[in-house]
């Protein structure tokens, strides 16, 4: 379906769920972070972090750690209860409003469902909740039944599987058994627990996978009922995550047949009901995020493509990233360091960057490019980009009218490239992303 141009797909690029990146944080004082929760204001929404999983999977670049120590986990659990008192206390006593809730990891269910409630019942306490809508991450190899019935009672009706592939031999490759009757048992509690927007996390481009391994856990997914898919490009940087020296290399897509494959999941899943959001993020037409997409209100933040419209997200749990208009501030990495700081009762905010009027004029200009396909070019832009985005107006990627820019239905699997454009850090930077598609 989509035409490929190696040449335009060479330079890994970010994935753009904030602008600037995370590669361009410095460390950065508590006081701006003070000041912004402080004068927070009208909907907010909260992502706790639960960096922890029962199993550790090759593949994972995401910042947790095996819970195989009771005593680690109740330690962490006490130092996010402080933190969940003290960003609370920080926020205004009128005029903030908690509308949305996200627990995220590592995986959430790597804590007992009595802790998961009683993180609940602390943010009940401590934040101005307005009828919150809560979602959660998953891992299916250590769900059960009384997690089910602990997300029932909270009200959870979102909720995302890290399924990866039901392929046997590539769960083989990447450290990540899961077989499809276990997938199966946790959709049904999910749907039993009230969850009425359920996203299956996928991949595409893992080791000894096929397009024919792709296709049969796209057909599977979809006939487990997925509301939404979130199909991501395996990033092999060992490098940068050294878990990733476990993973077997061995037969290793390429990048034209990575490109097949992305373009092979659009096409099905497509073909199937499902609404393209964004460039890696599908939903079916009912589902909130779908709506978003096709009424032009689809967002971009550091959980992906949303439809949260709130401007102000805060992060609690050790380096998880709050999102102001004017600042962007991650927590301590560090689990052992983030105990410390709150011990004595200091914010655990570690780097971050401001953002001045203009940084978040360019932030929207991205986020337009990705999230809607189009973006006004200021006159600044207009005067400095025509040579940049000349190989992809050449090539009908993407076309310019007048100051208007948009990304060509050919252009979709290029959209990350061409936001890239407008990114002057990429310039400037050696850091390594990940590939484009």
Known sequence: MWPYYPELLATPVPRYTSYPTAAEFVPLRREPVIDALSQAHGDISL???????????????CNTARAGKRARLEAYLDALHREIALVGGLLPRSGARVTRIAFGGGSPNAI????????VDALTAHFPLAEPEWSVELDP?????????ALRGVGVTRASLGVQTLAAHCQQAIGRIQPEPLIARTTGWLREAGVTSLNFDLMYGLPRQTAADLADTLERSIALGADRVALFGYAHVPHIVPRQKAVATEAMPDQRQR???AALGHAQLTAAGYVPVGFDHFALAHDPLAQAAMRGRLQRNFQGFTDDQATTLIGLGASSIS???GLLAQTE???????????QGLLPAERGIVRPPAEQARAALIANLLCRGEATLPVGELAEKPAALAPFIERGLAALNGSRLAITPDG??????????FDPHRAQSDRRFSSAV
């Open 333 to 343: 990495k560090n689990s052992g360091r983030y105990r410390m700081l709150l011990s």
């Open 323 to 325: 999102q102001f208009p």
């Open 259 to 261: 490109f097949a494959m």
């Open 412 to 421: 979709l699997p290029y959209a990350r490239t061409i936001a890239a454009l």
């Open 112 to 119: 007992a469902p009595v802790d998961f409630i009683r993180l």
């Open 141 to 149: 190899r250590t769900m059960s039944a009384d997690w089910a019935a």
């Open 47 to 61: 992502y706790v972090h639960i960096p922890f999983c029962e199993q550790i999977c090759f593949y994972c670049g």
